[in-house]
């Protein structure tokens, strides 16, 4: 029998109708149930794809005893955070403030008069184990607190609350941007440092550090880290690790180990986007590793074939999880993506064995529980019996060559993942929803790899998932966040308007075409109509609709799994300025720096993509040029630099580089323009190069 998720349109939601938990969706009718009733709601926030979300609901929340408990003393409510990023940051924030470590699932208790969590924890087992109480028991401990310790609860959550709000209500500092370097040279610095090595713990590819680092490049600061180091690390151990799948593409979500190998093996698109974007970067910064190359074709190989929706939009993620047959009650983790040694003994001749052995870690022992995740073992451009023994190896896993297999129609729940006709292993599920935000990564990476390896191919896709966005996610001139197979949903937050304007921001870079740079300057003012915060500057995360029973209503400026929607909105706003000479767009861009200067100089660590904004703002240069220029210029690696096309450029002159509105002379030849571009990149900022902005 199912529960009430059964007609959720949220994957991860309808993951959880067999339940015997009578759950809710986060909706008044839940909150109004738990205030008649006085019961604690128990708030559980997790994801389609994520492996412990999917772990407990096969344990505790099918467990028949547990159910019970939580029916008859809780009001329980599911909530599937790619959703509402909004509710999940507020409750994730506040499971911190308790000292609890974060991730999901995310599971906290709440008052539902306020709805301030009094309780929180991650995953819990059935039973005591790993360290963790069994639910039942918590769920027990936490009715009888809830009921007989009112007193106690009341002064947690006044200064859970409280803490809450100071973090929210940051005000914008009056001090000048530009009036010291040494903020600006200690993000870049900090920020790297965190690309360091590690010794132990699980690898992220953390890609709004890995860019600050990479933009520290040209700046030759004196620091103890080596930033082209680190940032070139950071993209060959992405390339050539086991967080990357060598035989069909696309980066998995991180790995449990800090050498790069053994993968959580979910891949989510919003990772896909940013690594794209960053080894397309590194690329044109000058790291012509072919291995860089390599993966970003093959991601796109995966993109098309797996990812994309006929309409041209982009799926949200894939399972972490597979089936090994048909008959299997559990799927296993990395069962689609790993490789019994003799499995590929038996595929390959012995000479392909060879070759695939020198190039790639695999061993009859295996690296991972008796299988073999992939890992190259060195850079350069694999030779021609690799690729056709991986070829072979691709045929085996999706039973047909890449060449024969265009379109890999998505698995969307277990049902059809065991019962499909797949000619070779069963697929993991596909979460096909479409997310604004994340399609705007996926199209900024396609952007930029576009113009860094000048292929037509990734540009038309992500033109083809803008105009998606631009057609079908506007109603009554409201963006809207998401598409359920043709119907959209839920208001846009911050994040999804930062990162479209980027992505059409990055389309008008790739193209010259003036209807990218209007669109983003449209959905720019949607932006700044509904969400921008006229007391405090920056952007709220959710609109005023949306934060009804919100019990904060914040400003993301810290960097997660995507980066924070001030930073990115910030970064947006100078090149709108630059490239539509308005300096209301300036002056924005200035409050949203201001609004987050406490966090930048208290914990920069938080938010390399407000760093990111301060190098647009310090060092924003735009350049007038023909289109020859441009299309040599959009290859390069230019992180503060926009480019516009100048039709009425004087006889002679190949382009005109402006800081600001402070033009250098014409530049009369490409050394004298490109030696001006780098000079404009890299000045001694001071406020006097921003007077006549």
Known sequence: MTNRLAQSQSLYLR?????????????????????????????????????????????????????????????????????????????????????????????VFLSPDDLVPFYGGTYFPVEPRYGRPGFLQVLQAVHNYYHQETVKISTFKEELRLNLQQAALLSQESRPLLASIELFQQGIEINTSVLTARDSGPCFPMMPYADVALRGVRLGLESRYNCEELATKRGLDLALGGIFDHVAGGFHRYTVDQTWTVPHFEKMLYDNGQITEYLANLWSAGVKEPAIARAISLTFAWLEREMTAPEGYFYAAQDADSFLTPDDIEAEEGAFYAWEYQEVQELLSEAELSALEAEFTLTPPGNFEGNNVLQRLQGGKLSEIVESAIAKLFASRYGQSSLDLPIFTPARNNLEAKSGNWLGRIPPVTDTKMIVAWNSLMISGLARASTAFQNQNYLDAAIKAAQFILNHQQVDVRLYRLNYDGKVDVLAQSEDYALLIKALLDLHQATQQGFWLQQAIAVQSQFDEYLWSIELGGYYNATPEASTNAIVRERSYTDNATPAANGVAASNLVRLA???????????????????????????????????????????????????????????????????LETNLPTGVMGLVCEGLSCQEPAVNQEQLWAQIAQAQNRSTNFSRFAHF
């Open 15 to 107: 993951k959880h109708a067999e339940n015997p938990i009578d759950w809710w969706s986060w909706c008044d009718e839940a909150i109004q149930k738990a205030r008649s009733e006085n019961k604690p709601i128990f708030l559980s926030i997790g994801y389609s794809s994520c492996h412990w979300c999917t772990v407990m609901e096969g344990e505790a929340f099918s467990d028949v005893a547990i159910a019970r408990y939580m029916n008859a003393n809780f009001v329980s409510i599911k909530l599937d955070r790619e959703e509402r990023p909004d509710l999940d940051s507020i409750y994730m924030q506040a499971l911190q403030l308790m000292g609890e470590g974060g991730g999901w699932p995310l599971n």
């Open 578 to 644: 630059l490239l539509t000479e308005d300096l209301e767009h300036l002056e924005r861009a200035e409050q949203t720096l201001r609004a987050f200067l406490t966090v930048m100089e208290r914990s920069p660590q938080a938010c390399p993509s407000l760093f990111a904004a301060l190098d647009w703002y310090r060092h924003c240069t735009l350049v007038r040029t023909t289109e020859e220029q441009w299309k040599l210029l959009s290859s390069q690696y230019l992180p503060t630099t926009a480019i516009k």
